[in-house]
């Protein structure tokens, strides 16, 4: 059974928290930008994704506080100039940029008080945060109102002007690696998610036809009651299955696998989790067509 939960039945501050608990793990933009006086600041926005590559738009949400239905420093400041610098957050600085979460008076720098270091920019005003890994000093484009309520968001529509990208978090094919920028993401209430390590799972998917698709699945594939839908949805993404004769052949040639050509159908479901577990698709598909 689901709850069924009405935007508007619910305070606004609960909605929020279903809502974010929800629609997760979200990227953190680490927003810098400038007053008119010089006074930087420095502040964290989970409501943030990557939109568009040609142009390279970057769009994040200052909300309203829910609690009085103000807003805050970062949206004042892109209004009067419509410039920032998006910062990512990885595992390195996420206490530090928790710390720029607080609710500081106006005119107190964040980069201070979490001890961050800023550096300038090329073509904006607002400095870049150096121990972020990536930095994308952005022109705002549009700033689009959402509401004028507590929580109603601020779209900040940026485009990217340029990319700062740590060298050591690339790979040999100049590609950034996972594991080196060791991310952080955002989840419901204090929970955050760090996206790297075993938490990273490789899962190649042709984007192109021909698949295999779901109702060319073999009726005991379809139906069994031990294969998870994770594994049918595999076996469905592959370009192609083997026929009977060239799953058993292929099993022929496996020590571990041979010993189980004239195993129960069961078993070999049970044992296809195992090998799609180790990431062993070939082995999972040989097995699954063997039966």
Do not use: W
């Amino acid at each position: 059974m689901k709850r069924v939960i009405v935007p508007g039945t619910i305070p606004t501050g609960d909605l929020h928290q279903y809502l974010l608990g929800s629609v997760a793990p979200r990227p953190i933009a680490f927003v810098s930008t400038i007053d008119d006086q010089g006074h930087t600041n420095l502040a964290p926005f989970s409501f943030f994704n990557a939109f568009s590559s040609n142009p390279p738009i970057l769009v994040f949400s200052s909300n309203r506080r829910v609690e009085n239905n103000t807003t805050k420093d970062t949206l004042h400041n892109i209004m009067k100039n419509m410039e920032c610098v998006i910062n990512v957050v990885s595992y390195p600085i996420v206490r530090q940029m928790m710390v720029c979460s607080v609710d500081f008076p106006n005119g107190v720098s964040e980069f201070e008080q979490a001890g961050l270091t800023p550096v300038p920019a090329i073509h904006v005003k607002p400095p870049m945060v150096k121990e972020s890994p990536v930095n994308m000093e952005c022109k705002v484009q549009e700033i689009i109102t959402l509401g004028d309520k507590g929580g109603a968001g601020h779209l900040i529509v940026c485009h990217v002007l340029c990319m700062h990208v740590k060298e050591e978090i690339l790979d040999e094919n100049q590609r950034i690696d996972p594991n080196k920028i060791d991310l952080m993401g955002r989840m419901g209430r204090a929970f955050y998610v760090r996206a790297s390590g075993e938490a990273l799972m490789m899962m190649p998917q042709s984007q192109h036809l021909p698949i295999v698709g779901y109702p060319n699945l073999p009726e005991h594939i379809k139906s069994s009651p031990i294969l998870t839908g994770n594994v049918i949805g595999a076996i469905a993404g592959l370009k192609k299955l083997p026929t009977k004769e060239e799953a058993e052949q292929f099993l022929l040639q496996d020590s571990e696998m041979k010993s189980l050509i004239n195993q129960s159908m069961e078993i070999k479901h049970q044992k296809a989790i195992d090998y799609f577990n180790q990431n062993q698709l070939e082995k999972v598909a040989a097995l699954l067509m063997s039966v």
